[in-house]
């Protein structure tokens, strides 16, 4: 598998820090929003294709979201969308992995107040597969990809996939 930018193939996915793929964080006071950076070009083999092949494919999308916290937002994952520019077909998913489901709910806590966290905002940053969470079909293709969460949706990023001949 190679890729263009060359760094999108050393970042450690599902590892929520920054990374030299990751978005520049915003500096302007009192931005919110979600921010993604993937590679432009990402080229493997018919063999990588092949689920039971020992080299699997990745599509890495790195991002940086700040959101104001919302007591009254209802709670949804943040969500991975890519559309197919020629046939129009999106393929979208939530990113949770099966191990965060916990069995239990964590204990009751005291509720705040919509006022303790008036003006505050959480965020971070993120590096996750698109392909762990979407049906995406790896053949060529050039997709759109964005991410939505807590009612924002990121700046779109086009990326091409390019099935190679295996030798």
Same mark, same amino acid.
């Given at each position: +598998? ?75 994952? +943040? ?72 009612? +924002? ?15």
């Amino acid at each position: +598998m190679k890729m263009y930018p060359e760094d999108f193939l050393n970042v450690d996915l599902e590892v929520n820090n920054m990374n030299p793929c990751s978005p520049p964080t915003p500096t302007k006071p009192g931005w919110r929003g979600i921010i993604i950076k993937a590679p432009e070009r990402i080229y493997f083999s018919e063999d990588e294709a092949n689920p039971s092949s020992e080299s699997s494919v990745v599509f890495p999308i790195c991002g940086f979201y700040l959101i104001n916290i919302d007591m009254d937002a209802e709670s949804t994952p +943040m969500t991975l969308v890519a559309e197919n520019i020629d046939t129009g077909q999106v393929f979208k998913g939530p990113m949770i992995k099966d191990e965060e489901i916990p069995d239990e709910p964590p204990p009751e806590r005291e509720p705040l107040e919509p006022e303790e966290v008036e003006g505050m905002a959480s965020g971070g940053y993120f590096n996750t597969d698109l392909l762990t969470y979407t049906a995406l079909p790896l053949e060529s293709a050039v997709y759109n990809v964005h991410v939505e969460f807590s009612g +924002m949706t990121s700046n779109a990023v086009k990326v091409r996939l390019v099935k190679e001949k295996s030798q």
